[in-house]
């Protein structure tokens, strides 16, 4: 099976709304590559972005917002290999500034070697950071993975090194490239992005899902806007009535967030 690159995500035991009054979601899906071009995000807009989610109280974030980059692909969609080059060269003293520890997930060692050593170096210039943990998708396929992973499995079995009866979601999960990504709170995702369950059928699947369509260039202040919509909707929704009840999250009609589904 492929290896990540290395660098590892923050692990923290506190979950979305365990604190008094926090209602920023600690674990966010940010899905902005779809399969079509459709619109283009610059690395400045990219970088915003994650500044904003680590500014609203993000501690880990997966971003998808580059297409198909292995060396294959690259003669039929060069433009896809510059725009992450030049992401690359743009966010690293970002991130670096930012306190941001930076992993990647994917087919790494299937990029164009320029491109490569430009990943390889933002991640080892963000290792030592402990601010929000980063997981870039890089030329990773959720389907590919399960595939794989199954394949693997098989193999074990024929060999007599597992028993089908040991194979559950856990063990499944931990043989994933994915393995190490943990369940989102929030899955935030552009019009016509791949959707958070088709790249992540374990982590997407009791999340919050939100689609938004920003201009490119603001981006950033569009997840600042809808991640203080809902800090707005969970406030409400802690209130209690005039009858004493606590208000449901269905009940805030400013609600654009639903479970495991699309907003109001």
């Known amino acids: 099976m492929s290896e990540t690159a290395e660098g590892e995500v923050h692990d923290t035991e506190v979950s979305a709304g ?3 009054g926090a209602a920023a979601p600690l674990r966010v899906a940010l899905l902005l590559a779809a399969e ?8 400045a807009a990219l970088c915003d972005a994650v500044l904003e989610l680590q500014a ?30 030049d992401f690359l060269a743009y966010a690293t003293p970002c991130l670096v500034a930012a306190g941001i520890r930076v992993r990647a997930l994917g087919n790494v060692d299937e990029l164009p070697s320029a491109l490569r050593h430009g990943l390889e170096h933002l991640l080892e210039a963000t290792r030592s950071c402990h601010g929000m943990a980063l997981t870039l998708l890089v030329s990773y396929a959720g389907c590919a993975d399960v595939i794989e992973t199954a394949r693997h499995l098989a193999a074990l079995v024929r060999s007599g090194l597992l028993i089908p009866e040991d194979i559950d979601e856990q063990l499944f999960r931990e043989r994933m490239q994915a393995g190490k990504v943990s369940d989102f709170d929030l899955c935030i995702s552009r019009e016509g992005a791949i ?25 950033g202040a569009e997840l600042g ?25 269905t009940q805030f009609r400013g609600a654009r967030l639903s479970a495991n589904g699309r907003g109001a």
């Open 18 to 20: 365990n604190s008094p």
């Open 36 to 43: 079509d071009a459709g619109q283009v995000y610059s690395p």
């Open 56 to 85: 609203s109280g993000v501690k880990e974030l997966t971003l998808s917002a580059f297409g198909e980059l292995s060396h294959w692909a690259r003669a039929a969609a060069p433009s896809e290999a510059q725009r992450f080059g």
């Open 195 to 219: 959707l958070a369950h088709e790249l992540f059928p374990f982590q997407g699947a009791r999340a919050e899902s939100l689609e938004i369509s920003p201009e490119p260039e603001q981006l």
């Open 225 to 249: 806007r809808v991640l203080d919509e809902r800090a707005a909707r969970d406030r409400l929704s802690e209130a209690p009535t005039a009858s004493g009840s606590r208000l449901r999250p």
